[in-house]
């Protein structure tokens, strides 16, 4: 087993767990080396809370100082008594453990995902309630969402968008969903075409490669109708190539978006 598999190994324990050296220093520096201390930190949320039933989760931006003395932004996943069950974890896992598990595959397999920095799981010791956290990188480039409100014309960009297929295949094809491809959910490099997915935790293996593009896809284009038939086709070359019965799948799906050969 390679050292980077025995350390991501390390998140199925318990408490705290923090991948990388450099991190581990950072987060001791500013007192937030354990999972009490990162758990009691104030309630600022970017967003609402997610509240549901007895349980809640919500995502707070905790800033480290680097070695060169400059602050990078991370993002805080904190929840409590909010699980799903799987054959893997039968008697259910905190949501969070579904990213982390996600991550550490994107992880060994070079897949183009944000980083996992930290996670960890406890019950509380006074009230039982199933606590979690995870720590990620703040991506620094824009999501696909913020560009639809940006970019005048997608016609100068088809080739960074090819490149955007080209990266999702590399998950696809191995019978990969991502599970919440929204354009929300993926950032892009304009210039380059290279992208950084986040918001794992409803990954999942599919029966075969174009099952698993057929579902993000779906997922995709019922969230992008700015997106013109060009960027589309450029979008699904890649997969287009390799699975040809994906457009007519999704043509179907879409007879009204989706015209294309």
Known sequence: MTLTATTLNSIKKNELNIIGENL???????????FEQL???????????NIRRNGWSG???????????????YYLKRQENQKRYSLRYLSGAPTFQFEADALQ??????????ELGAFGARTHTANGAAQAILLTPKV??????????????????????????EQLL?????????????????????????????DLERARKRLSAQRAAYCDFVQFFRRCNWLPEDAIAALLEAHVNVMPALMDKLNRRFPDRLKLK
Not at 24 to 34: H, K, P, T
Not at 39 to 49: G, I, Y
Not at 173 to 196: K, T, Y
């Open 140 to 165: 620094e480039l824009p999501s696909l969402a913020d560009c639809a409100k940006s970019v005048n014309s997608w016609h100068h960009y088809l080739p960074q968008l090819r490149r955007v297929g």
């Open 24 to 34: 581990a220093n950072q987060l001791s520096v500013a007192n937030l080396a354990s």
């Open 105 to 114: 595959m994107a992880m060994l397999e070079g897949w183009p995902c944000v």
């Open 170 to 198: 590399e998950i696809h094809a191995r019978g990969w969903q991502h599970g919440a491809l929204f354009p929300a959910h993926l950032f892009i490099d304009l210039n380059s075409g290279d992208i950084c997915l986040i």
């Open 39 to 49: 758990w009691e930190l104030p309630h600022e949320f970017v967003e609402p809370a």
């Open 59 to 73: 995502v707070s931006i905790v800033r480290l100082q680097q070695q060169d003395g400059k602050f990078r932004s």
